[in-house]
């Protein structure tokens, strides 16, 4: 089957995930007007929201890039996407936890679970579509060995294990995880201007 609908489907999912994660913020109360007021406020719950903010656009954008290789799916694909779909669907449950807690112990490790939850669903991911005939040698040749991919987990678990230390301290793994895939991976377009295939 062609792979339009699972990515107007992916797309929206994503868009209300954002949206709710965003609707989780607080404003100060009427006449708490300053900076000052704002960070009391919402200080936290910015930095977590950027957080997951980030993270759901690189979900976005490899998995854009991922589904221009391939030209259809089968049913393993579609429920290994809605297996990845229910981790992203927890970042808003999992960052407002965190933002209300302050940071607090537990909170902490109930989002890097699901940030490793969502790590490993994604892989799944990959898996399935290597295994769809015709098109998986074209993936299994564009992703490759996948370092980030294979480094990410553990480097979530080392955050988790972190944050049985300091809570804070276990955020910061977490941080790096996100700027690690912010560098733009050009191993999709890289394949595509060699093929001459265009992005749909």
């Known amino acids: 089957m062609p792979t339009s609908r699972l990515e107007a489907f992916s797309d929206g999912v994503l868009a209300i995930i954002i949206t709710v994660m965003v609707l989780e913020l607080h404003v100060p109360e009427h006449g708490k007007n300053s900076l000052g007021d704002l960070v009391d406020t919402a200080g936290v719950g910015l930095l977590t929201y950027l957080l997951s903010f980030v993270y759901v656009g690189i979900y976005w954008s490899n998995h854009h890039h991922l589904f221009q290789i391939?030209?259809?799916?089968?049913?393993?694909?579609?429920?290994?996407n809605l297996h990845l779909l229910f981790w992203l669907?927890?970042?808003?449950?999992?960052?407002?936890?965190?933002?209300?807690?302050?940071?607090?112990?537990?909170?902490?490790?109930?989002?890097?679970?699901?940030?490793?939850?969502?790590?490993?669903?994604?892989?799944?991911?990959?898996?399935?579509m290597i295994r769809v005939p015709?098109?998986?040698?074209?993936?299994?040749?564009?992703?490759?060995?996948?370092?980030?991919?294979?480094?990410?987990?553990?480097?979530?678990?080392?955050g988790i294990a972190l944050a049985f230390?300091?809570?804070?301290?276990?955020?910061?793994?977490?941080?790096?995880?996100?700027?690690?895939?912010?560098?733009?991976?050009?191993?999709?377009?890289?394949?595509?201007?060699e093929h001459h295939q265009g992005v749909g």
């Open 89 to 128: 669907s927890l970042y808003p449950f999992s960052t407002a936890w965190l933002d209300e807690s302050k940071v607090a112990l537990t909170p902490t490790v109930v989002y890097g679970v699901n940030l490793l939850g969502a790590a490993l669903a994604y892989y799944v991911l990959v898996l399935r």
């Open 134 to 158: 015709g098109t998986g040698d074209r993936v299994r040749e564009v992703i490759g060995r996948d370092l980030k991919g294979k480094l990410s987990p553990v480097i979530y678990l080392t």
């Open 165 to 193: 230390v300091e809570p804070r301290l276990g955020l910061v793994p977490f941080v790096v995880v996100a700027l690690i895939w912010l560098v733009p991976d050009k191993r999709v377009e890289r394949y595509l201007t």
């Open 70 to 80: 391939v030209d259809y799916v089968d049913g393993s694909v579609l429920w290994a």
